[in-house]
Nanobody, 122 residues
Framework: VQLQAFGGGLVQAGGSLRLSCVLSERTFSTYALAWFRQSPGKEREFVAAISWSGRSTEYADSVKGRFTISRDDAKNLVYLQMNSLKFEDTAVYYC????????????????WGQGTQVTVSS
C-alpha cells in the first residue's frame, strides 16, 4: 500500500488550499483515511479523519470549521480542503490509511504518505 500526497504550496493567510492523496490500493474503499501535520520541533498531530464509508468525519479543534476532509473512492483519492488558513497551519501534511482503525491516534495507522509542505505567510 502506497500513499502519495500532493497539492501543498505557499499561500497567504486567509487563503485556501486543497491537498490530495492517492492510495495505490485496489480496495481503496476498505481503508479509513486521515491527515496529520508536523511543524519543526513539534510532534506529528492529528488534523482530520474520514471513515471507510465517508459518512463519519472528525477534526482537530484547531481546524474545525475551516478544513474539510472528503474522499472519492472512484479515483482512490482523499482530499483536505483548507480554508481561512492561518500562519500556525504551516507544516508538512501527511496522509495516512488503515484498514482496521478510524480515528485520531497516529500510532494506529499502518500506512503513510511522504508529506507535502504547506506554508502560510502572515
Amino acid at each position: 500500500v502506497q500513499l502519495q500526497a500532493f497539492g501543498g504550496g505557499l499561500v497567504q493567510a486567509g487563503g485556501s488550499l486543497r491537498l490530495s492523496c492517492v492510495l495505490s490500493e485496489r480496495t481503496f474503499s476498505t481503508y479509513a483515511l486521515a491527515w496529520f501535520r508536523q511543524s519543526p520541533g513539534k510532534e506529528r498531530e492529528f488534523v482530520a479523519a474520514i471513515s471507510w464509508s465517508g459518512r463519519s468525519t472528525e477534526y482537530a479543534d484547531s481546524v474545525k470549521g475551516r478544513f474539510t476532509i472528503s474522499r472519492d473512492d472512484a479515483k482512490n483519492l482523499v482530499y483536505l480542503q483548507m480554508n481561512s488558513l492561518k500562519f500556525e497551519d504551516t507544516a508538512v501534511y501527511y496522509c495516512a490509511a488503515d484498514a482496521l482503525y478510524h480515528g485520531r491516534r497516529r500510532e494506529e495507522y499502518d500506512h503513510w504518505g511522504q508529506g507535502t509542505q504547506v506554508t502560510v505567510s502572515s
